[in-house]
């Protein structure tokens, strides 16, 4: 909602809180449509400020709240802003070979980072976004930056860490700017053959940086190995537990996380308890447990108290965990003060947060 001057008023307008005299008597109750005679109304009691609402107001969902927020359209014009400076960078960094502007993407992150209070704000923000198809790989990559900053502080690093892995983010999905796009955001099934190309862009993200002066090996080796898994399921050297660098175990966490949030020509993005599930569901083998757990923990816990919609309609509030294996699978609250165990309930799924 906001304050708008009675002379500012417009007719549709929707009245937001109820309007007294100065005798403390009811004028124009709120939800009241603004029309000819509630203007004159106004004006016979020499109302000189109202408070009307905004179509935030009239949102449902918690994410449709947030993308009709001030703070998000502030978000989302630097964003927007500096998106082209960041592709431009990457661009010329694989057209000639020479990378010379660490310090330029520090500057990006922290002005974009700024636009968000905290850390399940810039969540919210990204979840929002809605890429061009022909900056989609940018953007994966500037998101994953974004999100490192978040998850970063969720793992305690240290600042010098922290905004390693921010680095690393930025860089680790460079190679696919050496395939095609068609190949890279194709919506149906890769053949066999698609596959094992897309699976290059691991080495040729590595050629690109290991010559590098400005580009330390963390950077490098999160590159290389952002696709291998813990449990030796990965690609390109099917490397198991330790032998996985540590940031590539951030940033393989990281990089699931965006593509699972981020919306795509034949999905929605996923909705947080869906992200958690998918995690949870083969998870804990191909990632590193100490690692993903506090993560899903933070993301579940960011959803407290917020409502949410069943698929059999049903709609209740999150008030909890039972099982910390199952945090997708809340503990939900009735308006009439009964429980919805989820975790009991396999036939019962979240389908909408408010």
């Keep these: 909602m906001k304050d708008v001057a009675r002379m500012t008023l417009e007719e549709g307008m929707i009245i937001g ?18 029309n000819k005679k509630v203007l004159k109304k106004l004006e016979h009691h020499s109302i000189i400020c109202v408070t009307v609402k905004e179509d935030v107001d009239f949102a449902t969902t918690h994410f449709e709240k947030v993308r009709l927020s001030r703070e998000f359209q502030s978000f ?45 704000a810039l969540l919210d923000f990204l979840y929002n976004m809605l890429p061009r198809e022909d900056t989609m790989t940018h953007a994966h990559c500037l998101n994953s930056a974004l999100l490192a900053g978040v998850f970063g502080t969720w793992w305690e690093l240290s600042q010098e860490d922290m905004m390693l892995l921010v680095q690393c983010g930025f860089f680790y999905d460079i190679g696919k700017l050496k395939l095609p796009q ?64 540590i940031f590539a175990k951030y940033i393989a966490i990281i990089d699931a996380y965006e593509a699972m949030t981020s919306a795509r020509t034949y999905r929605q993005p996923l909705h947080p308890f869906q992200v958690i599930e998918n995690f949870e569901r083969e998870g804990y083998e191909k990632y590193d447990k100490s690692l993903l757990q506090p993560i899903l923990y933070h993301i579940a816990a960011t959803q407290l108290g917020f409502r949410v919609r069943l698929n059999n309609d049903e709609e209740a509030s999150v008030s909890g965990t039972v099982n910390k294996d199952s945090l997708s699978r809340p503990l939900l609250k009735r308006e009439d003060g009964s429980t919805i165990d989820l975790a009991a309930r396999p036939d019962l799924y979240i389908t909408a947060i408010f």
């Design 182 to 245: 068609e190949l890279l955001w194709k919506s149906e099934k890769l053949t066999d053959l698609e596959y094992t190309k897309l699976k290059t862009h691991t080495m040729l993200g590595f050629e690109l940086l290991k010559d590098q002066p400005e580009i330390g090996d963390a950077i490098i080796k999160a590159t290389l190995q952002h696709h291998e898994r813990c449990d030796g399921s990965g690609y390109p050297s099917k490397l198991r537990g330790d032998k996985i660098n």
């Design 76 to 120: 989302q014009l630097t964003y927007n802003n500096c998106m082209p400076i960041y592709a431009k960078l990457m661009n010329r960094f694989v057209e000639t070979g020479v990378w010379k502007s660490t310090s330029q993407l520090k500057d990006i992150y922290l002005k974009i980072a700024a636009c968000a209070k905290t850390g399940e």
């Design 17 to 34: 809180e109820d309007i007294y005299s100065y005798r403390n008597e009811l004028i124009v109750p709120k939800d009241t449509v603004v």
